[in-house]
Structures are given as C-alpha cells and as structure tokens.
C-alpha cells in the first residue's frame, strides 16, 4: 500500500465562511409570557380572570407597577408606574404585592419547556427567550410549527400565554413578538425585515436608547423609516460609531447569534425595591440589603453560578440614582458574602453622605460556572455556602418564610409573615 504524501495538493481544501449575504437565512423564535406576573397570579386564583390587576404592592405605597393586567392596561396602567398613579386611573383594580419565589419556580419550567426545541436557546429574563430553530425542522417542524407546539405546551402545562415572533434575526423577532401580543404569533419573512419595521415608532427599536430617540426627534423623526432614510454617515456623525450600527439596526439587520451556552444565560442577577416612605435609618437600609442579598444568593445557587462583582443601587428623594460596585477576589454565592459585600458598599455610601433613601437594590454581576477546587479544609466561605444551601434546602421544603435570619426575621409589632424588607419594599425585581 502507497501512502498518500501530506502535501497541500492532498488535503481537502479548507471550508471557507459563506458571505453573510450568502448564508441560509435563520429561523429564529422570541418567546414572550404574557403579562407574566399576573398571568401566574391568574392561574393560580381564576378568579383574577378577567379583571383588572396590578403587581407591585401597596396602591397607597411609593412603589410601581411591575405588571399590570391587559384590563388594567386599557386604563392607561403600564409597568413602572407608580402605584399611586395607577390607584388614580384604575381605582376599582386588584393590587397584588406578589410572589417572587413562585414567579422564579414558574420561570424555571418555562424554561425548561423552551430547551425541548433547540439546542440554541438563549434567557432573555424570567418571562422570555429567543430559540434558534435553525436545521432542527426534522425534530420540531416549521418556526410555524415550533410555535404552535410551544404555546400549546406553555398554555397546557402552565396555564399561560405565550406571544411569539418569527423572524431572521433575534432584533426582529423580538420586535415581532411585541407585536403580536396578547398570545398571538407574527411571522416576517427574510427580505420583508426593513419595511417591517418602517412604519413603527422609534421606540419599538431595541438598544435605541431616550437620549437618541430625543436627538432624533430635534431632527423631526419620529418612526423607523425615517431612520432608514438616513444614510449611516450621517448617523456616525450624530452618534460616532454606534450611528453605523442604529442604522443597520433599523433596517433589520443583526448578526447577533443565539447564544446556546447555558453558562452565559443570565448575565446578571438583581433585586430592588421602593420604600413605601424614604428611609434613613441605618439598620433598616441594612435589613432590607439581607434580604435581597439572600434573594440575589438563591437565585445563583439555583442557577449554579457564583458572582464576581456585587453592586449596590439606591435613588434618593429627589430621585438622584447611584450605583457602586466591588470585584471580588474569588467569585461568591453564599447569602453571607453578598451581604457583605454590598453592606460595605452601603457604609462607604452612607460615611459620605447620609441621606434618606427611596429604593435600594444589590445585583450580582460578572458571573462565572459554580466550580472551585477543593480544598482538605473547609473555610470560613465553604462554611457560609454550606449553610446558604441548607436555608434554599428548607425554604424549598417549607416556604420562603420559613426560616429567617434575626435580621430579616418577622416583624415583631404586627407579626405579619412579609420580612421586614417585603414590607417595606415595592415589588420591582428583575433577572438579566
């Protein structure tokens, strides 16, 4: 037998990239629950069906709406509202203060169904995500079909609505499904992208962001289109480098790939909340941080993911917003380092300047797979992680309240079962 020299005139020729114009156009799916947090309120209580209800907390309170019910909408009632405004328009709805752990258990099995239908399935949050369906035909049909059989599974196990669009690219898709809502389905054929998106206002536009679209206005555009019709020169020239990517943008053109990888799912994790009266006690600025730092914990633990950088928000009385943030040296997740991390920030914070606080929140960034090397002696943080998983173990069991630290512990003068950071704080929380 003769081998076959290695030579270049031997070897296949290498697989060169198609041109982008070139490529088999994707099929790509945004999936999107239906006025999430009230759709679970409504399939838990049917007799919320139908009526006008609104997440957020106390109507008398400083909080704002998370979500509101199609029945509130037509009243004028839209996220981030506050509560007070939308008691004015819609006095006679049905003001929840809302069950965070039981939306993250839903969220969680939405997601589970979404991951049956590709192996390119990308979070958007709690309530939504883009599947690229790409080459799995064989396996679930047409986008059409996937579709129809997803909505099927969310409505049949779930009791929600899911609206989904269907488009080339994940910027058009969304902007579909957002246009096909209430539980609806909008499909843009490749080459119809453009004209699509001609007729909608600029803030339909994903990324394009209040201070651009008032730039545009100064200049008399208001819609899409017009957007189009500038050439990307003369956006540069208004808006540097990110002109050139707005106008291709506005045409519908966005190579951004679904991201399958499940370690970048969620790119951060936060939690925050309105006081129901400006607060400056110390100790109850730093009641509320644990509780959102165990929140912000579980929900890396439950992810399998640990944090490098925690943030601290707070927004004061006139409504002045800082953030701080701290990178830390080994990625964490235990409840313990959270807090501590944040309640440093809030020290630093409050040694300059201590004024009351209307909303406080900690996020955790920069996140990293749940793996460290072991080590023959367990430390102080493996001791705080071990007993971070062993409080999830329980309140998994037994409720969320179930079992509480002295500083997030029942209220003592009303014996409500809301920590005192529930209390206090307007439901505004939120998975990135």
Known sequence: MTAIPSSPAHRAPARQPLPLRQRPARSILHVDLDAFFVAVEQARDASLRGKAVIV????????VVATASYEARAFGVHSAMPLRTAKRLAPHAVFLRGDFPEYERV???FH????????????GGLDEAYIDVTGCEPVVGSAEEAAASLRARVRSELGLAASVGIATSKLVAKVASDRAKPDGVLVVPEGEEAAFLAPLPLRALPMLGPSQEK??????ISIIGQLQALSEPALEGLFGRHGGVLSRRSHGIDPTPVDGDPDSSGKSISREGTFAADVADPEHLRAVLRGFSESVGAQLRAKGRRARTVSLKLRYEDFTTISRSVTLRQPVNSNEAIFAAADALLSRVREAERRPVRLIGVGASNLVADALQLSLEPSAAAKEESL????DRVRRKYGARSLQTGRTAFDVSTREKAGVF??????SSQLE
């Open 56 to 63: 957020g907390g106390d109507p008398n309170g400083r909080g």
């Open 107 to 109: 969220s969680r099995a």
């Open 215 to 220: 730039r545009l206005a100064q200049l008399g």
């Open 112 to 123: 589970a169904i979404v991951a049956n239908y590709s192996p390119l399935v990308e979070a």
């Open 388 to 391: 971070s998983a062993a409080f």
């Open 422 to 427: 529930e209390k206090s704080a307007g439901l």
